[in-house]
C-alpha cells in the first residue's frame, strides 16, 4: 500500500485535492481519492490497483462493496505537521491511516 502511494504521489497524471476550511486547521490536508461518493477515480485506480482490490472487497458478502456505495470513499491523505483535522462521524467510519516519514 505505501509503495503504491508513493508511485501516485510522482505520477505526472495523479490529481490531488488540497482541502481547506474550517474541518482543517493548522496545516495542510491533501487528498488522493481512490473513489469518491462511490465512482472510481480510473487513473489513482490504475497507478493502486492491490490497494483497490482490498478495497472492492470490504463488505463483499453483505449486500456489496462498502466503498461502492453511494457514500463510499477512500483517499490516501497527506498531513502536514501541526494540522487538526475534524471529521463528521460519517467521514470517520471506514477511517484507517497509514503513516509515513514524506
Do not use: N
Not at 470513499?73 to 462521524?89: N, Q, W
Request: net charge negative; aromatic share 6%.
Amino acid at each position: 500500500m505505501l509503495a503504491e502511494f508513493e508511485r501516485l504521489r510522482q505520477h505526472s497524471a495523479a490529481t490531488p485535492q488540497e482541502i481547506v476550511g474550517r474541518s482543517v486547521t493548522g496545516g495542510e490536508l491533501i487528498l488522493y481519492s481512490l473513489i469518491e461518493k462511490g465512482t472510481w477515480d480510473e487513473i489513482h485506480s490504475q497507478i493502486c490497483p492491490r490497494t483497490c482490490h482490498v478495497l472492492r472487497g470490504l463488505g463483499q458478502g453483505h449486500g456489496g462493496s462498502v466503498c461502492e456505495s453511494q457514500l463510499g470513499s477512500a483517499h490516501f491523505a497527506v498531513l502536514s505537521p501541526g494540522v487538526t483535522v475534524s471529521f463528521t462521524l460519517l467521514h470517520a467510519r471506514w477511517m484507517d491511516a497509514v503513516h509515513c516519514s514524506c
